[in-house]
């Protein structure tokens, strides 16, 4: 059957009003040549469609205390947080690699150097890649299974239980964010380290030991103890927990690293011209094929969990026969039916972000969009030779498991090299210059007097 741009556009159409669509919406052949050469899309008609998918403006956050955001800034650069003052939370989140470390995995307590080139002696990496710290204040689910979130009724839901006391709460100022530093400052692998320093003899469990034990080292820096009360302003510091310390930091990344000024943004603004045809040609593509299904909403991402069929390497989570698997989301919910889904990725900037995918499996943002055209075969043909030495010989032979339960709208997705380089050409359209150099954010110096964690050493 021949698809033509009118009959694509109905699909899509229909697929919005029904809210979801099992009929395939691209077609077997490479038939879509034909998109560019009939009608050029129409601004109004994209418009439209991305209004069906909920796809509109990032809503603005509100301003921040400056106070807060300079206290946060410090506290994110800063290896005082990290058991053997040795990793700050921008050893991963780079401001020189778009805030990730433009590695598959990254590399955790012991590990020697900085960004793309860090390696561990023993070969030891986290499970999961570094997302960027991009746009965060619009996410209600954070980290690749979503396990620090907030849900609809507005309750926070992290793993650390009642742990996170009603006080801490109180003190969350923009959402799940707000919760999300009080976790990697507790892992062993990622800051904590298994030996040499205080935090490392609080047992694993007692998170709350492991706040204590942080906010005793800030209070015995009085420049730390005089930021706290000028962030709190009627706070005493022997009042705070690492709560304050947690939602300074979201403030610093709510306030500094928001980036929504892209094309497509101006185009929804109601600027024709702020997309080049190609992009247009790309909106159009991407809003009417299932990509936009997933990937909807301001951020372009329903903030839901899939599995999309990407290969599985490194240590993993602990899951499966081997240990060496990761089921994603059901190590949260215990569903089985949530077996290998992970949270739909936000695309903004995601030009600058790579390798892609919960554990980079794929390391071109051309070769993620490929994959999705038969993605079933791509998983089972999985080529490791792009990843990094150290990681070709990890990926765990569960690919016919992965498949089995992989999300049934990619059945029959088939795209065309022509489909691939107009999703490509809008992947572009969604990149905020500003976000393309964060080097702004670097402090000069930071209290503990350590070393600023900022780039490649
Ligand atoms: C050793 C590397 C490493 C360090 C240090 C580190 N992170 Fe991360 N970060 C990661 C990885 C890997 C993930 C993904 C983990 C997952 O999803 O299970 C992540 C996830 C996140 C996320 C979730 C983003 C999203 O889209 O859901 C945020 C926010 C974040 N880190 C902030 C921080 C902050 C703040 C610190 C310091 C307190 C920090 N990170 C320290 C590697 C690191
Ligand atoms: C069934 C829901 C679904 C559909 C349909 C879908 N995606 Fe995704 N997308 C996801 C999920 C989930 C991930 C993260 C998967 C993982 O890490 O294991 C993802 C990841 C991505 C990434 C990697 C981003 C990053 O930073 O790692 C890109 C790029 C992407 N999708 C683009 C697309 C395009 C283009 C289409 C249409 C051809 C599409 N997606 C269709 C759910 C979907």
């Known amino acids: 059957m021949r698809w033509t741009t009118a009959s694509i556009v109905a699909a899509s159409v229909a697929a919005t009003l029904s809210g979801c669509s099992d009929q395939p919406t691209e077609p077997r052949q490479s038939v879509p040549l034909a998109l560019a050469r009939t009608s050029p899309a129409s601004a109004a008609l994209v418009r439209q469609l991305a209004a069906a998918r909920d796809i509109g403006p990032l809503p603005r956050h509100a301003p921040v205390r400056p106070e807060l955001v300079r206290l946060g800034q410090l506290l994110a650069f800063d290896p005082i947080l990290s058991g053997n003052r040795d990793i700050a939370c921008t050893s991963c989140h780079l401001p020189a690699f778009a805030t990730g470390d433009a590695k598959s995995l990254s590399v955790g307590q012991g590990g020697l150097g900085a960004g793309p080139g860090r390696r561990h002696p023993a070969g030891v990496f986290i499970p999961r890649n570094a997302p960027p710290l991009f746009n965060l204040g619009a996410m209600r689910r954070l980290f690749w299974d979503g396990r620090v979130e907030v849900d609809d009724a507005g309750t926070l839901h992290t793993p650390a239980g009642s742990q996170i006391t009603p006080e801490m709460r109180r003190v969350f100022e923009f959402g799940a964010i707000s919760a999300l530093a009080m976790f990697p400052v507790t892992n062993r692998a990622e800051m904590r380290a298994d030996a040499g320093n205080e935090l490392a003899l609080v047992a694993d469990g007692d998170l709350t030991g492991i706040w204590a034990a942080l906010m005793r080292r800030l209070g015995a820096v009085p420049e730390y103890r005089a930021l706290f009360e000028a962030a709190y302003p009627g706070t005493r510091f022997e009042q705070m927990t690492f709560a304050h310390a947690s939602n300074a930091v979201a403030g610093f990344l709510v306030d500094r ?19 080049s045809v190609r992009q247009l040609e790309g909106a159009r593509t991407f809003l009417t094929l299932k990509c936009s299904i997933c990937h909807s909403g301001p951020t372009l991402s329903d903030q839901e969990f899939h599995n999309v069929a990407v290969a599985q390497l490194g240590p993993g989570q602990g899951n499966g026969a081997s240990l060496r698997d990761d089921f994603g989301r059901m190590n949260v919910t215990g569903n089985p039916d949530d077996r290998y889904r992970f949270r739909t990725t936000p695309l903004r900037n995601v030009q600058l972000t790579a390798p892609y995918g919960h554990d980079g499996a794929i390391t071109t943002l051309r070769g993620f969009v ?6 079933d075969l791509k998983l089972l043909a999985f080529d490791p030779a792009p990843l990094e030495r150290t990681l070709r010989g990890t990926v765990l032979p569960n ?16 795209l065309s090299d022509e489909l691939v380089s107009a999703l490509m050409d809008y992947m572009q359209a969604l990149t905020d210059n500003a976000a393309r150099d964060v080097s702004r954010i670097v402090p000069a110096r930071v209290p503990s007097g350590l070393r600023v964690a900022a780039g490649v050493q």
């Open 257 to 275: 690293l928001s980036f929504a000024d892209t094309p497509w943004d101006r185009f929804l603004a109601g600027r024709d011209d702020a997309l």
């Open 370 to 375: 490929e994959h999705y055209s038969e993605s």
């Open 399 to 414: 690919a016919a498991d992965i498949v089995a339960q992989r999300d049934t709208l990619l059945a029959g997705v088939v």
